[in-house]
């Protein structure tokens, strides 16, 4: 059973850093590419950057320059260094994962259960 955790989050004032992890652990074969998205209240999940299995990275224009996503293949962690944060960054951050659980099985989507970012002004 492959499970997804968060950890990080917290409270920081406008211009403060937060660094969010995301630990892969159970049966993993492979992961490919992560991501991490984010949901504000009221509002849509959205993505907000991305690491392939080879390092690539994207990001969404509203955080470009701020944040900076990485991994840790040896670990099967990922991370989001999340700095000069503003009271907009404010919502539930969530990690998935494009993974394969056996050699034998197609690559799937893992879910970790997010945790909760609050910017304050």
């Known amino acids: 059973q492959v499970q997804l955790v968060e950890s990080g989050g917290g409270l920081v004032q406008a211009g403060g850093s937060l660094k969010l992890s995301c630990a892969a652990s159970?049966?993993?074969?492979?992961?490919?590419?992560v991501d991490w998205y984010r949901q504000a209240p009221g509002e849509q999940r959205e993505r907000v950057a991305t690491?392939?299995?080879?390092?690539?990275?994207n990001y969404a224009d509203s955080v470009k320059g701020r944040f900076t996503i990485s991994r840790d293949n040896a670990k099967n962690t990922a991370y989001l260094q999340m700095s000069s944060l503003k009271p907009e960054d404010t919502a539930v951050y969530y990690c998935?994962?494009?993974?394969?659980?056996?050699?034998?099985?197609?690559?799937?989507?893992?879910w970790g259960q997010g945790t909760q970012v609050t910017v304050s002004s």
């Open positions: 998935r994962a494009d993974l394969q659980d056996s050699w034998w099985t197609d690559s799937r989507a893992y």
């Open positions: 159970g049966s993993i074969f492979r992961i490919n590419a």
């Open positions: 690491i392939t299995s080879g390092g690539a990275t």
